[in-house]
């Protein structure tokens, strides 16, 4: 059997479809996909990254969290590992994503080779780890809590943006 040639242009449209079964998308679609993903390779380096970065190392430095999550007694500790624990959840899949299906695997589009509930439940998981996190560390910082942990979450987002995989 011969392979089949997609057009680009139903490429991009596959990409961008609202079709509600991505994974119902025969192999040598997704193999199309995968093709016209690695061309769009480009750099996410630039400036807003380079920022983000420096202001979570400042957040990190300067609120003094290796010291307070050890030792600081104002932690709210049940909180602090229930955070832990979903914001790991998080961590795990993303692993998962960029580590086995990217590296592994060799998938460049995650959507079309993991499971549908994958997404969502990461999602839900980072969410309620943030606001467990910053339930934990109000009494430490107060009003201080929310952007302290943005900017150590947004420096480690884009930490991991400029990963090769």
């Known amino acids: ?3 089949q040639i ?36 480009k750099t996410n ?33 049940p909180y602090l590992r229930a955070g832990g624990l979903f914001v790991g959840v998080n961590i795990i899949i993303g692993i998962y994503f960029v580590l086995y299906l990217s590296y592994v695997r060799g998938y460049k589009d995650w959507s079309a080779h993991a ?18 996190l910053n339930i934990a560390f109000w009494p430490v910082w107060g009003m201080f809590t929310l952007p302290i942990l943005f900017c150590m979450g947004m420096g480690m987002f884009m930490l991991a943006s400029l990963s090769p995989f």
């Open 1 to 3: 059997m011969t392979p």
């Open 6 to 41: 997609i057009d680009e242009s139903d490429v991009r449209r596959r990409i961008i479809s609202d079709d509600p079964d991505i994974n119902a998308i025969p192999d040598h679609e997704r193999e199309a996909i995968d093709r016209y993903l690695e061309q769009q390779n």
């Open 45 to 77: 380096l630039n400036a807003s990254t380079i920022v983000w970065m420096i202001l979570g190392i400042m957040a990190f430095t300067f609120s003094d969290f290796p010291t307070v999550v050890a030792s600081d007694p104002r932690v709210n500790g």
């Open 115 to 132: 499971h549908p509930a994958a997404i969502p439940i990461a999602t839900l998981c980072g969410c309620i780890g943030i606001v467990l």
